[in-house]
């Protein structure tokens, strides 16, 4: 029997409080959830922490609106104080309300659909929620709830272990210069917070975006650059004379230059060490994102300034909480500044998500050993599969030699297939027996239709369909993060939903 069972819609994934997926099961399930379909809604106990308000935070949220007296008010749970008042400042509106309570920190608002949504996107886009394992020892000490699920955490000094993990990533980088922050996404935000306001002191405020990137990294590109004229798109990771000639148009006035190595959710490498050469020449930063293959697996840190990862995949590899790390190229100009400056923006890790990843990031190198050894053989099967039109991989022919120039050896080869069909979509992921929902870089093997749960505006709409084709990338494409499981039982399972 098949190690795949099919999962009911709105399981975790995998079976812990403090899941980061859950099973979307067909693709009804994908637009229900895309379109906040109660028939769909109403089975999701958790989903992807900055997409779905886990259910921990609404709980105490509630708690906090009944004690305080905030009735007709909408709470918004959050990191820090730091992080309430941005997100005050960003709503900008009369009765935005900061509320302290035994530590933890929210920001409520008079109950507005408009003013919810911006509050939610805003978190979302720069990782500012409350863990919910910070929420779940609230709520237990207020006898709200009888006590944590309990898990395997770390005995010892967790920052101490998750930093020693670290040191084979970033060879030479003393511990005390690993940011560690709440999620990967507020690792990027950091990252590119720190750079701007180091940058904008001479005059640069320029952001360029190389490729397709992560839709939240995006998100911080477009929205929080000085102008809309700051955010330059290059579409192409191969052009670097489009890139130059960016450089150039903009001479003296780029900040920074943000790149994924390799991207998501194609898997392009572009040639990382040329970019950097460029940069230098032209007084921008390189921030770059090695999340789709790990930093465990590329030797990245040499090529970029500043170096934002999020730590949920494969360090947090039992898909279980969320973590980020941003290290900064102690030979990069103002190296020193830069720290300060990324230390006094990133939002701590809570310390119970410390202590489970100091338990996960010790298990990465055999679970990922575990994972090159399945990863190729897959990627081969779907090549060779006449309903597969498309196959993206690290070892893709077209950045191939621009991945292994930076990877740490020959079987580095990340955990993430991408591919498109020439059938359909909705007749295979209906079929598949693998589990289906958001994230990656985990043990358990994972699909995800990825366009539609990341940009589903633009998979909906012919504009945005367009857009996505001019980018080269198919709305039907299917993301398949690689894990653990027999290749053979991966293999046959994907053969079943293709025939």
Not at 283 to 306: C, K, N, Q, Y
Not at 333 to 344: C, Y
Request: proline share 7%.
């Amino acid at each position: 029997m098949s190690v795949f069972q099919p999962l009911p819609l709105g399981q975790r994934i995998p079976a812990s409080l403090h899941a980061v997926s859950c099973s979307l099961p067909t693709m009804r399930d994908v637009r229900g959830y895309e379109e906040k379909d109660p028939a769909v809604t109403q089975h999701l106990t958790s989903g992807y922490p900055r997409f779905v308000l886990h259910p921990l935070l609404q709980q105490l949220a509630a708690d906090w609106v009944r004690r305080h007296g905030l009735a007709g008010h909408t709470l918004w749970l959050v990191s820090s104080a730091t992080m309430a008042g941005r997100l005050a400042a960003h709503l900008g509106a009369a009765q935005i309300l900061r509320v302290t309570d035994a530590g933890f920190h929210g920001v409520a608002h008079p109950a507005s659909p408009e003013l919810a949504a911006r509050a939610k996107v805003f978190l979302q886009n720069v990782g500012g929620f409350l863990s919910s394992r910070a929420a779940e020892d609230e709520l237990v000490r207020l006898g709200l709830r009888p006590a944590a699920e309990p898990e395997e955490t770390f005995r010892g000094d967790a920052d101490a272990e998750v930093r020693r993990a670290l040191r084979p990533a970033f060879p030479g980088i003393a511990d005390d210069q690993f940011f560690l922050a709440n999620c990967g996404m507020n690792a990027v935000d950091s990252a590119f917070r720190a750079v701007t306001e180091l940058q904008s002191a001479q005059g640069r405020t320029v952001w360029i975006q190389l490729g397709w990137l992560y839709l939240d990294t995006i998100a911080i590109l477009q929205k929080f650059t000085r102008t809309p004229g700051d955010y330059v798109h290059v579409r192409d990771v191969f052009d670097l004379p489009a890139l130059e000639k960016i450089l150039e148009a903009h001479a003296g006035r780029v900040a920074g230059i943000v790149v994924e190595v390799p991207t998501n959710p194609l898997i392009q490498t572009p040639n990382i060490t040329a970019i950097a050469a460029l940069a230098r020449r032209h007084g921008a930063r390189v921030v770059l994102d090695p999340t789709i293959a790990s930093a465990f697996d590329l030797e990245v840190l040499p090529h970029a300034d500043v170096v934002a990862t999020s730590l949920t995949k494969y360090a947090g590899n039992a898909g279980d909480l969320t973590a980020g790390v941003v290290v900064v190229n102690p030979a990069a100009p103002d190296a020193a500044l830069l720290r300060q400056l990324i230390a006094g923006k990133i939002e701590p890790l809570y310390r119970r998500d410390l202590a489970r990843l100091a338990t996960e990031i010790g298990q990465a190198p055999a679970v990922m050993a575990r994972i090159h050894a399945t990863v190729p053989a897959v990627a081969a099967f779907l090549e060779q599969h006449p309903a597969v039109r498309d196959v993206f991989w690290a070892l893709h022919p077209a950045s191939r030699e621009n991945y292994r120039a930076i990877a740490r050896g020959p079987d580095a080869v990340g955990g993430m297939i991408t591919f498109t069909l020439r059938g359909s979509l909705e007749k295979f992921y209906d079929r598949l027996r693998l589990p289906k929902g958001p994230s990656f870089g985990m043990s358990t093997t994972l699909i995800c239709p990825f366009m539609y749960l990341a940009h589903y505006d633009l998979v909906n709409t012919a504009a945005g369909r367009a857009r996505l084709e001019a980018d080269g990338l198919d709305p039907n494409l299917l993301r398949l993060s690689i894990g653990t499981e027999p290749v053979e039982d991966i293999i046959a399972t994907l053969a079943e939903a293709l025939a």
